[in-house]
């Protein structure tokens, strides 16, 4: 007996669907093989997607029409609400778990911070740079891990200094990881030719900028949110605290780039810092 997971069939509208499944079906009774329609699901962004889901059958049963699914383990949802989806919650919630545990690695801050990057981060807040995920969230899972790794009575506990001074804030920070992965992933669309930059472009020039949800929009809010984002092009940017003028991300090598990102981020937390507290901090 063998398996095959995660087939996906597209059309712009679910009654379009009818043909495909037909032939699927069809194919499926040539082949003598199946498919469980309830451990499958439909999907629609239609406003009327709920009711007109039934007539999409395969042979005499219907899918489930699901609002939220998982794919490649990260969270889709078709709605416009932007907290924290029940995927990455029980993933965040994981996180706590872990860090909880955290006190039994041998080793400095540094060990457990390395720990924190490589596993607690790693499974516990998967897919956070493309599903979307309430800042709240993130912020307690920042504190939870200033907590473990740093301690609760030690003193200077700005979580800036820990994050952008002590440590590898891009990695150990499940907000601050999350921004950087988003630029990477941006970075990265535009030094390569394809659809995806094509996608990013149309978003990109859509009338209500910055364009409202989706991982492209998500990845672009955070750039702009940055102060960033220039009015010409989303692949020029004005980095915070770089002195060379803008950084245009599909020129030098990819580390140097990245090295840019990093920097960049890291000012940009100091600079808050300062605002914040600037009797201990100026100058920082």
């Not at 006190?103 to 457990?112: A, E, F, L, P, T």
């Not at 150990?172 to 970075?187: D, E, I």
Request: one cysteine or more; glycine letters at 10%; aromatic letters at 8%.
């Amino acid at each position: 007996m063998g398996y095959a997971d995660d087939t996906y069939m597209y059309q712009n509208k679910l009654k379009d669907l009818r043909g495909p499944l037909h032939t699927t079906a069809e194919w499926l009774r040539l082949t003598q093989q199946g498919v469980n329609p309830s451990k499958s699901l439909c999907f629609s962004s239609e406003p009327a997607g709920p009711r007109r889901a039934g007539a999409v059958r395969l042979g005499n049963e219907a899918f489930p029409f699901q609002k939220e699914f998982r794919v490649l383990g990260i969270g889709v949802r078709l709605s416009a609400a932007s907290h924290t989806g029940p995927l990455l919650q029980k993933r965040l919630a994981k996180a706590r778990v872990l860090l909880s545990r955290l006190h039994g690695v041998q080793g400095s801050s540094r060990r457990k911070a390395h720990v924190t990057a490589s596993l607690v981060l790693a499974a516990g807040a998967y897919g956070v740079e493309v599903a979307p995920v309430s800042q709240q969230d993130l912020r307690s899972l920042d504190a939870a891990i200033m907590r473990e790794v740093w301690g609760a009575t030690r003193p200077g506990r700005a979580q800036e200094i820990v994050f952008c001074v002590l440590h590898q804030g891009h990695l150990m920070s499940a907000s601050m990881r999350k921004t950087y992965l988003q630029l990477c992933w941006l970075a990265r669309i535009a030094r390569t030719a394809g659809p995806l930059q094509v996608a990013v472009q149309a978003m990109w020039e859509h009338d209500s900028f910055p364009p409202p949800g989706g991982p492209v929009g998500r990845a672009l809010h955070s750039l702009h949110a940055l102060g960033w984002l220039r009015p010409d092009s989303w692949w020029e940017w004005d980095v915070g605290g770089r002195q060379e003028g803008a950084l245009l991300v599909t020129q030098g090598t990819w580390g140097s780039v990245r090295h840019e990102i990093r920097e960049g981020l890291r000012h940009e937390h100091l600079t808050r810092l300062e605002v914040r507290r600037p009797r201990q901090f100026a100058g920082m």
